[in-house]
């Protein structure tokens, strides 16, 4: 990737100070940050990172690498905004310190006295004070049932606010400490009505304003063309553009900025709150705001809206942000006069914030120390034979860990953690753009994994047991194509994905309700309750007053694509039939097509395309075949003869398939869904004849057996690698991956039905039909 440095030096002071002499410190520490962040782009495929070193002079260097857009167009540059997140909490709670300092608020006094309609249910007694809601200990939900982090069309905050009293406490006020955007939400209205002012405004006259950031602030629309293309990630999901969601909570999260003009609030915080036209704040409230507010342990300590935190002996204040895309971390050592800001364009990636943030640190306090600096930890994907030796099933108890390859890598799925695994030089990790997990150990024979210090050793899973009415009923996608929740099972327990990165496990307290665990997880003390219609089917999922309608995202997509099929199916076809398969040179084996079922009688065929059964909703063939390269389907006759030996048969939905078909599919299916169909101008594996989907079948009933998802479902369900269902639907899916890829079949990494033999680009496009291949399969 094209290498973009660009140094930047923010003016502050006057003209005759920025003539700085040459730095060797920052030289050096460039170069290493920018490979460092060079490397997470590439690892990572993230579109853009921007990384700045701030001094009390102010910003001393920034850089910034990738695509500020989705084509690649523009670089990322100091000018490219990013969304902030979390961190712009800090900037609420340094307004509402401001109006301390000017004796219109009093951090300790009930908060309904500004705010007197503000009144959620509390069982418990006792007040809720500006103290408690700036270091998370309100005892509020996270979330508010409107204007929350789902919320598309959020009315503002002050109905988000008003929202919450349609809500309980779920701790006493001051007891515990419990993240709550919607906490903040209620200080920015505060904020506001103290004011006089939207809450907008107030902020832009407290803090961004005499800051001099003037390339900043709560909504896109000033910034248009500048915001940085950013992704939504998933573990088993597409990479898709992050939808431009804007908060009806903008003081817990709504900040846009950019590297230079965050810097200057960093700037300001070295300075202990002097800035250029006056202060942002005292250096006492600043010294309030940077003390541990409560003694209690925990991996997060607040002051007030900062996190307060020691890195090698050092004292260091500041905060984490993540919404729809972005990622921010920014860092101050004010002991040191040192801050770090970086910013990653990828959905909850502040494994790597973090990382490129304490990496900077530590490298720019070593290199003055004239020491060595840190190494940057780079490690390397397992793949090849190395990933096929570490992958398995591991137990613990009634516990399990699964390591298996996903497109060509090793990737690891543990009750509660899932992502690639990486060698390091001193044993593997877990690391890839949203996770970051070191405790992790593998033996050299792979008969166990260590997760979190806990041992699983290494044996075959054994078929799982159904999972209980209840449960069963309840397992799912709920919510949003921007915000998905999943209930699944796990080890025969349930548990639930949410908010895209966190898998964790719930507890059933009543029917139709289970708890969050309490002592981690995004929403500790809170549950889910479950909604049922008059025929006892399940139809959302409540979360503090959130309703996550039941969705079947594969169906909704499916009914589109057949919609637009069905009003021009003849021109779709005739288009398709008048195009030209792609020129290729020789391929090294000749076509040699054959039918599976001479190849072993006793396979069955599902032929889909041959019928109305398919996502097209219209038939594709003329005729139910299916035909193989001859070695793939004499290799698919000894699979079907495998599972035969554990109950199972072979049901074969779709093998070979012309051309022609391929480029129908293609132009039928909306961009968002092409990665579960072939490019034509590539030709697919399908139309070189070594490609073949299937599924099993039970001897006993003849019934296809239940799997994760549906065949040909254009949703996350089809992924190999999906987190979801059920025990057995899982089981079931590496039950016939294990035995076909025994026979040279490698699995399609986004369709859990789809096998490709291992050859296949050694045989040649084809685009004649069945009916023309019929004769020579006879022989």
Known sequence: MKRLLAWVIVVTAPAAALAQAPDPVLDRAAVLIAD????????????????????????????????????????????????AGSVSKLFTDVAVMKLVEQGKLDLDTPVRTYLPTFQPKNPFGGEITLRQLMTHRSGLVRESPRGNYFDVAPKDQADTVQSLNETALVAAPGSITKYSNAGIAVVGEVVAR?????????????????????????????????????????????????PPIELGMPAAGSLYTTSGDLGRFAQALLNKGAIPNGRMLNAASLDEMWRRQYPDPGTRIFGLGFVVADMDGKRVVGHGGAIYGHSTQLLVMPDAGLGVIAFTTVDASNAITNKLADY????????????????????????????????????????????????????????????????????????????????????DDASWIEVGGVRYARGEMPEPPLPNAELASLVGDYGWAHNVLRIYERDGRPFVWIEWTEHTELTRTA???????????????????????????????????????????????????????????????????????????????????????????????????????????????????????????????????????????????????????????????????????????????HNRGAAVDLTLFDLKTGQPVETTGRYDEFSTRSYSNFVGGTDHQRWLREVLRSAIEAEGFDVYAEEWWHFDYGDWRDYPIGSKTFEELEGRSRR
């Open 36 to 83: 460092a962040a060079q490397w997470e782009i590439r690892e990572k495929q993230i579109p853009s990172i921007a990384v700045a070193i701030v001094g009390p002079d102010g910003v001393r260097w920034a850089g910034a690498w990738g695509k500020a857009d989705a084509e690649g167009k523009v670089p990322a540059s100091a000018d490219t905004v990013y969304r």
């Open 360 to 443: 900077a640190l530590r490298t720019v306090l070593a290199l003055k120390a004239g020491t060595e600096p840190p190494a940057f930890a780079k490690g390397a994907l397992v793949t090849g034979a190395e990933a096929k030796r570490l992958s398995g099933w591991f137990s613990n108890g009634k516990r399990s860990v699964s390591t298996r390859i996903y497109n060509g890598r090793l990737v690891i799925d543990a009750p509660e953690l899932v992502g690639d695994i990486r060698r390091t030089a001193t044993g593997y990790i877990v690391e890839d753009a949203q996770t970051r997990f070191e405790a992790l150990a593998l033996a």
């Open 194 to 242: 103290v004011t006089g002012m939207s809450f907008e405004k107030a902020l832009h006259s407290l803090v961004l304003d005499p800051l001099g950031m003037t390339s900043s602030g709560l909504t896109a629309a000033p910034f248009a063309g500048r915001v940085a293309y950013s992704e939504m990630a998933a573990f088993d999901g597409p990479r898709v553009a992050a």
């Open 511 to 685: 029917a139709d309700r289970y708890a969050f665990p309490l002592d981690r997880s995004l929403y500790p003390f809170e549950a889910l309750t479950f909604e049922r219609d008059t025929a006892g089917n399940v139809t959302a999922a409540d979360l503090g007053g959130i309703r996550f309608p039941r969705r079947d995202f594969g169906a909704e997509v499916e009914a589109n694509i057949r919609a637009g099929v069905q009003a021009n199916f003849a021109g779709l076809r005739a288009a398709a039939l008048a195009a030209t398969p792609p020129q290729e040179p020789p391929t090294a084996k000749p076509s040699d097509l054959y039918a599976i079922t001479a190849a072993d009688p006793t396979i069955r065929l599902d032929v889909r395309y041959a019928g109305t059964n398919n996502f097209m909703g219209v038939p594709i063939y003329e005729s139910a075949r299916a035909y193989l390269q001859r070695p793939a389907a004499e290799a698919l006759a000894r699979v079907h003869q495998a599972v035969r030996k554990r109950g199972y048969g072979l049901l074969i939905y779709d093998a070979y398939r012309p051309w022609y078909v391929t480029k129908m599919f293609w132009d039928a299916s909306p961009v968002s869904s092409r990665m579960f169909v072939a490019d034509p101008s590539k030709g697919s594996r």
